[in-house]
């Protein structure tokens, strides 16, 4: 019988045999007669008549091939598409081309190592296997999910075995094994750090080593780009990672897949002993043996090594007479192991004289002899220092040492010797908790019971007698189907998803030459390999042999091979790709009642006819404007369609018809549109007449414009506008009125309507006074900026007095506060002076008084600091007018 995981599964299909029987019944309906069996056969679904020969059937020959062709290749890709197609595969058709590329990309990758190497590559054969696994489609697998590794994907390497798997597939799995484990083993769940394995080589990493982002091979790009020139998941930078065994030295290879290669530096080394001349070695094959003999003195300090050039001695194998360790005996012993005891005992004397020593072969001093310490009675209450030649007797008092059941002690007198077995009756539970018992103390009291929890596999019962709970493993195997769906788990019955499958598959090309290995479940979905062999295929049309093409799956491509067969009605041979078996949409529709729906159209193969011949021959259009070369089936003259060209009967325009032959019955068109002769430049209107030969006459129409200030509207005739110069076109467009325009002094432009910037010159008269505004001068408003107007004595003198007046009012009111608090300096005094206590009539009266002179001193303050600056300024104004009317 097959082990568990080689057992099919009751998944989908079981293996490419089912795939092919399904296939044949459609291999058969295609294969029946009538459907399609060569060149010139007809089916009997319609007797359409033969098509004329002319442009209808050269049009439904091209729809029809355009058509065939696209059906074709939508039926190809539905036929042959699978998860494994990479990007890669739809960017080159070519597979010369595609190898050539790869060939660049695994040069570019190993250059710096076969450099180091002198183009030694053997040492790249496993790391080159990883990287040829990456081009391969459907070859680099993840084993979590069963599907493929594209370059555009983001994944996860493992640093042991070098698997590619998903990042999310990883991710999951990752966190799924330590809940898993954690909920089995953890009493306080989730609190201890549990270890995930890799899903392929079962290698542990810790809880924080979970990927959480996709980098490179190297770990120095995160999120790398997919680069199609470099190798897929790649930085295209130098690896750089130490190497293994560690030599010092790093990885020289682009970043790469797989494993490091060994190291190809060369470095100068001695051999193993250290006596030869060093010499320049590979680092990873640096330990060489010169072959002289040893000569180093061995541990047992008699003989040295006669082995060869080694690092470290091997024991010595020779035989010589050793002591034993209290040197009684001698014996002939292996010089590797000198030190052996023999069966004798000591008996030397202790040092308290009256006993031996018990031990066997003992080397140096004896020990102390041990009655010589103080001793207890054997139930240890007593204490007692009795020389060693005399025994400690029992104390006689309760033995009270613990028994073997840790809850009683013994009854008995101190005695010598073990205890004995406890047997006092005590209720018992037993190990689940449900029953009770009375029975010996000594013996375990189980019930018949039987455990009815889930184990850790949460499918199976535990059924175990008094279980307490922690129940066993599951030991059942698992036998649940895996993601191939081929096989079954070969584990222990077990919680959570099962490993992936450890078997591989053999899926071949067509002629069975070349074998790509994937993983088990993904030959339903990875395209055959590439074969660089022949294709051996027999021809199906009219052509002895096929192209020379490589081996491929499913059908052959169609011959593109020329025709080549005779064409009707001339000399010349079909130059179109074969056309013998070409794949036609089937309009037939057979419906077996109302109730049936009509299916999908089938594509049949049929024949199609040879098109009309398209040979060229140079034939002159109607016009004669060119010799083209026309198809042989439409041999004459013909229409170019362009434009007839001849000139017309006005001279001026030529025959717009399509190119056409000219006679009595056919002639050139008649000119009907307007004149169509270049203006003077300015006369914007066209000419009246139709078109005509010759000049035009001069245009006599009437132009609105607006003066030069844009204000009136003036009509000037067409012809004086177009035929003035530039001096007679300024005064025709002027209204002869001033400007209105302003300079920038304010002041109205006195010239005349005229073009452009207005002369800044003003010639008007303006007043300027001197900065007291006593003295005042008429000059032009041109040149007013040149002039000033200053203050002269009879102005300075006039400043000076006004100043002279406010100072004099300053002081003044000075004065007046001064004495306002000098008065309220002295009716402060006199209250002082008075003191004691005063009537009600008197205090009255002087309340009043105060009163009084808070009011008067309120009137004087507003007269010192409101009626004098009033007054002053009044008196400066009229000094202000009276100077003006003086001057």
């Known amino acids: 019988m097959e082990p568990a995981w080689r057992q099919q599964g009751r998944g989908r299909g079981r293996s490419q045999e089912a795939q092919v029987e399904r296939s044949r019944p459609l291999q058969k309906e295609r294969e029946r007669p009538g459907t399609a069996t060569g060149r010139g056969v007809r089916t009997k679904t319609g007797s359409a008549p033969e098509p004329p020969h002319g442009l209808a059937v050269q049009s439904k020959f091209e729809e029809i091939r355009k058509s065939n062709q696209a059906a074709a290749q939508r039926l190809v890709e539905s036929h042959f598409s699978s998860s494994s197609s990479d990007e890669d595969d739809n960017s080159i058709d070519d597979g010369d081309h595609k190898e050539g ?14 450099n180091q190497t002198g183009g030694d590559a053997t040492g790249l054969q496993r790391t080159g296997q990883y990287v040829s696994d990456l081009f391969q489609s459907g070859a680099l697998t993840c084993l979590i999910c069963i599907a493929s590794v594209k370059r555009t994907q983001a994944v996860w390497s493992c640093s042991s075995c070098f698997s590619l798997f998903h990042l999310p597939c990883i991710q999951k799995w990752a966190k799924d094994s330590v809940f898993l484990v954690s909920s089995v083993t953890d009493e306080d769940f989730g609190q201890k750090q549990h270890p995930w394995p890799c899903p ?15 980098t490179c091979y190297c770990g120095k790009l995160q999120d790398p780009p997919a680069d199609p020139w470099l190798v897929p998941h790649s930085c295209g930078s130098i690896c750089q990672k130490e190497l293994k065994p560690a030599c010092g030295h790093t990885c020289l290879l682009l970043c790469h897949p797989g494993p490091c290669p060994p190291c190809p530096k060369m470095v100068s080394v001695s051999c193993l002993c250290g ?19 040893c000569g180093k003195l061995l541990l047992c300090k008699q003989h040295t090594c006669s082995q060869p050039c080694h690092t470290e001695c091997a024991p010595c194998p020779r035989v010589s007479v050793q002591k034993c360790v209290c040197g009684r005996e001698k014996s002939e012993r292996p010089c590797a192991s000198p ?3 023999c069966q004798q005992v000591c008996g030397a004397p202790l040092s308290c004289g009256n006993h031996t020593c018990e031990e066997v072969c003992c080397d140096g001093d004896c020990p102390p002899c041990p009655r010589s310490i103080s001793r207890t009675c054997p139930c240890g209450k007593t204490k007692s220092s009795l020389p060693c030649t005399e025994e400690v007797q029992p104390c006689g008092d309760t033995c009270d040492r613990r028994l073997a059941c840790l809850k009683h002690t013994c009854s008995m007198r101190c005695h010598r010797g073990s205890c004995e077995t406890c047997r006092q009756e005590v209720e018992k539970e037993c190990r689940c908790g449900r029953y009770r018992k009375q029975m010996p103390c000594h013996k375990e009291y189980l019930c018949d019971s039987k455990c009815p929890k889930t184990r850790n596999c949460q499918r199976h019962q535990c059924r175990r007698k008094c279980c307490p709970g922690n129940c066993p493993p599951c030991d059942q195997s698992c036998g649940r189907t895996l993601g191939c769906r081929n096989h079954k788990c070969p584990s222990v019955c077990h919680q959570g998803s099962c490993y992936p499958c450890p078997e591989s598959v053999e899926v071949r090309c067509t002629c069975g030459s070349t074998v790509l290995v994937v993983p088990c479940g993904r030959e339903r979905t990875t395209k055959p390999p590439r074969c660089k062999e022949a294709c051996r295929c027999p021809p199906s049309c009219h052509h002895p042999t096929r192209e020379a093409h490589r081996c491929h799956p499913g059908t052959c491509p169609p011959c593109k091979q020329p025709c080549l067969l005779p064409l009707s009605g001339c000399s010349h041979t079909c130059p179109q790709p074969c056309h013998d078996v070409v794949l036609v949409k089937s309009q037939q529709v057979h419906l077996a009642g109302p109730w049936e729906q009509p299916s999908e159209p089938a594509f049949v193969k049929k024949a199609l006819p040879c098109p009309p011949c398209q040979v060229p021959i140079p034939t002159a259009c109607f016009g004669e404007h060119e010799v083209s070369p026309v198809p042989c089936h439409r041999q004459g003259r013909f229409s170019c369609k362009r434009p007839c060209g001849r000139p017309l009967t006005c001279s001026n325009h030529s025959c717009s018809r399509e190119c056409h032959l000219v006679n009595s019955g056919n002639p050139c068109e008649v000119c009907e549109e307007s004149c169509s002769k270049p203006r003077p430049s300015g006369c914007p209107h066209s000419c009246p007449r139709p078109c005509h030969p010759g000049a035009c006459p001069p245009c006599s129409q009437m132009i609105r414009q607006r003066c030069h200030c844009k204000i009136s509207l003036l009509y000037v005739e067409c012809t004086k506008l177009t035929a003035a110069d530039e001096q007679t076109k300024e005064a025709l467009s002027s209204c002869n009125n001033q400007c209105p325009k302003e300079l920038s002094c304010g002041h109205r432009c006195k010239q005349v309507c005229h073009p452009g910037v207005c002369e800044e010159t003003c010639q008007q008269k303006v007043k300027l006074r001197c900065p007291c505004k006593r003295i005042k001068k008429e000059v032009l408003c041109s040149l007013s900026a040149q002039f000033a107007v200053e203050c002269d004595d009879i102005c300075r003198e006039q400043q000076k007095k006004v100043s002279q007046l406010k100072e004099a009012e300053q002081r003044a009111a000075q004065e007046e506060e001064q004495r306002k608090l000098q008065e309220e300096l002295e009716a402060f005094e006199k209250r002082q002076q008075r003191g004691g206590r005063r009537n009600k009539k008197r205090g009255r009266r002087e309340e009043v008084d105060d009163e009084r002179l808070k009011a008067a001193r309120w009137w004087r303050r507003c007269a010192a600091f409101v009626l004098v600056p009033l007054g002053g300024a009044l008196l400066s104004a009229a000094t202000y007018y009276y100077l003006q009317e003086s001057a």
Do not use: D, H, V
């Open 101 to 114: 590329k790869r060939g660049k990309i695994l040069a570019s990758t190993f250059t710096t190592y076969t």
């Open 200 to 214: 392929k080589c079962r290698a542990e990493y810790p809880p924080s080593a979970t990927p959480n982002r996709y």
């Open 339 to 341: 030190r052996w005891t």
């Open 275 to 293: 006596k030869a001349q060093p010499l320049p070695r590979r680092c990873s094959n640096k330990a060489w043996s010169c072959q002289q003999p």
